[in-house]
């Protein structure tokens, strides 16, 4: 069975080895609403070769609040006809997003279409919010979920409208724009990132997991303190949304550990806040997987340190490659606009002159 999902935070839905059928349902901004008898349901299919034992099915939801009480929309899940749940009241109060497990037995699924569907009660009170779903064989853990984290994360270019209220204010006032892409490879979307600017600001956010908006704070150059928040105005795939005014940069990187220093992954990075250079940026994606790094005022490179889940943290440096979509900002560009490109170009014959060394040490 391929990576089976649908996740409802965005419209159209990403859906993998699925198709879905609503009724009684309309999309809520972040999540599929489903009304009193309303329902959703996912077509998948399952080769018709394979024999699952067991599989692992994980439905995000909450139920709406009625007031300032928890509200009532029992939920049901049906798999082929057969019942998984019945009448489920989701906890949590509907102050949150609930993520549900549920064990399907192999008997109740077959080769070819098969279908799950969730269902909100004829009796709902208030409203059934639907966020994601996802199926599993049950000794492929996750499996599904991960191929949704790299769907989502083909269109890692963000910009947001932002908003500022000075502390003991009442009012928002507008503020830059936020433009953002962090790439290392690992298909992942930034879950929290802070920053400062060479003019001394600071700001710090955390994302709604669909990266509809964000809620932070931000110190200005002056020091005046206030709350920040954003309202996502466009999302790309790289190398969209990428202009002149916000160009992304690359650097290659090495990982600290073990005593030594050892080759990774490119990182391309993008973090832009009223167009002013950056000095340091710190960022945890949705794995919580994370890194902080500090920036040369030269722009040549940077030292942090990156940390993966369940794992300790590890050195992080990197050399500037190239900028993609401008030219190289002066904060990058100090000491020669040629410096960079020079690097680059010092690397590749080093790289080679390593790689004739090594053949010619195997001929002997």
């Known amino acids: 069975m391929e990576p089976t999902f649908a996740d409802f935070s965005v419209a159209p839905p990403l859906l993998g080895n699925a198709e879905v059928r609503t009724g009684g349902c309309h999309f809520g901004g972040d999540h599929l609403t489903l009304g009193a008898d309303g329902s959703a349901g996912l077509d998948f299919e399952v080769d018709p070769d394979e024999e699952i034992t067991e599989a692992t099915l994980k439905v995000t939801a909450l139920t709406s609040k009625l007031g300032r009480s928890p509200g009532f929309a029992p939920m049901d899940i049906v798999v082929n006809g057969r019942t998984l749940v ?216 940077f030292v942090g340190f990156y940390q993966r889940v369940n794992e300790g943290p590890i050195g992080y440096r990197g050399r500037y490659v190239r900028t993609v979509g401008a030219q190289r900002p002066d904060s990058v560009t100090a000491g020669g606009s040629g410096r960079a490109e020079l690097q680059e170009e010092l690397l590749r014959v080093a790289d080679a002159a390593a790689g004739r060394v090594a053949g010619w040490l195997r001929s002997l």
């Open 86 to 301: 019945d009448a489920l009241t989701i906890p949590g109060g509907g102050d949150l997003p609930q993520t549900l497990a549920y064990a399907v037995p192999g008997k109740l699924l077959h080769p070819g279409t098969n279908t799950v569907t969730v269902h909100s009660s004829a009796e709902s009170a208030s409203m059934l919010w639907l966020y994601r779903v996802t199926l599993d064989p049950v000794y492929q853990r996750d499996r599904s979920e991960r191929a949704l984290g790299a769907r989502a994360a083909e269109r890692a270019v963000f910009a947001f409208s932002t908003e500022r209220r000075p502390a003991g204010a009442e009012d928002w006032e507008p503020a830059p724009g936020l433009r953002l892409y962090i790439e290392r490879g690992e298909s992942a979307l930034p879950a929290q990132v802070s920053w400062r600017s060479a003019d001394g600001a600071e700001g710090a956010v955390s994302f709604q997991s669909a990266m509809t908006d964000f809620l932070g704070h931000h110190r200005a150059a002056d020091g005046s303190v206030a709350e920040l928040r954003g309202r996502l105005t466009g999302r790309w795939a790289h190398p969209e949304g990428i202009s002149d005014d916000a160009p992304v940069h690359r650097f290659r990187t090495e990982e600290g550990w073990g005593g030594g220093w050892h080759e990774s992954g490119e990182l391309q990075l993008l973090v832009d806040h009223g167009g002013v250079p950056m000095e340091r940026i710190t960022w945890r994606d949705q794995r919580t997987n994370g890194g902080s790094i500090s920036l040369c005022p030269d722009g040549s490179g």
